[in-house]
């Protein structure tokens, strides 16, 4: 069975910082894995995904994710952070099957400090 | 940005009431899906469906129920609301043309039973 652990229910970071959001993931497959960000009072909104092409993904907004097999790890970065990046982030493992199902780690709450 | 919509945004209501979450897609996709998400909490899947006329209970047990009449139509029905029931409601979609297709979320219905 799939399933994927958020570490850290919140990190704080300042302006310009680096982000730093961690994700491990359990699959007894290669998996498929997400980040999703979910602003205020809205639905889910794709950051990016692994596609098994390339184990450093970019997606929008300037963060990546690197993918490393030998840590189970996904973790998202970004460079510099800015005021606009605080959200909730979710990362996300696609269950084996053809549900499509996605599980979802408990999720990390970014704050931006000015 | 992903066509699917959801209806109400906020809805309050009385207990023992009956109501209806409305989700609609215009992306022709099979396979759509309903998340509950508790504040701050990570999502869970409560209902799911491979297309027309099919429909799954998800991964967590819940007392409502939904129907898939139509391809881009999804809605998630409470016969009778408790406060228990209080939470945030994700509808998503996905066409699952590859493991790496994401799934593409509304906005959400924030539920408050009284």
């Known amino acids: 069975a799939q399933s994927v652990t958020q570490l850290g229910s919140h990190v704080s970071v300042s302006e310009g910082a680096l982000v730093l959001l961690r994700c491990n993931y359990s699959s007894s497959v290669p998996p498929y894995l997400f980040w999703y960000v979910q602003y205020p009072n809205q639905g889910l909104q794709l950051l990016l995904k692994y596609t098994s092409a390339a184990t450093l993904v970019k997606g929008i907004n300037g963060f990546e994710a690197e993918f490393k097999k030998s840590e189970t790890s996904f973790h998202l970065t970004k460079p510099s952070a800015h005021m606009s990046d605080a959200a909730e982030y979710f990362c996300?493992?696609?269950?084996?099957?053809?549900?499509?199902?996605?599980?979802f780690g408990q999720g990390t709450t970014l704050q931006v400090k000015p | 940005e992903a066509d699917i919509y959801q209806t109400p945004r906020y809805l309050v209501i009385g207990t023992g009431k009956k109501i209806t979450l409305e989700c609609s897609q215009t992306m022709g996709h099979d396979k759509m899906y309903w998340y509950q998400q508790d504040p701050g909490m990570e999502l869970h899947l409560i209902h799911y469906s491979y297309g027309v006329n099919s429909t799954e209970k998800g991964d967590l047990s819940s007392e409502s129920t939904v129907s898939r009449i139509r391809t881009e139509h999804f809605p998630l029905t409470l016969e009778s609301a408790r406060p228990s029931h209080t939470s945030q409601y994700l509808c998503?979609?996905?066409?699952?043309?590859?493991?790496?297709?994401?799934?593409?979320f509304g906005n959400g219905t924030r539920l408050t039973v009284t």
């Open positions: 998503a979609s996905s066409d699952l043309t590859g493991g790496n297709s994401p799934l593409h």
């Open positions: 996300a493992v696609r269950v084996s099957g053809n549900t499509g199902k996605l599980i």
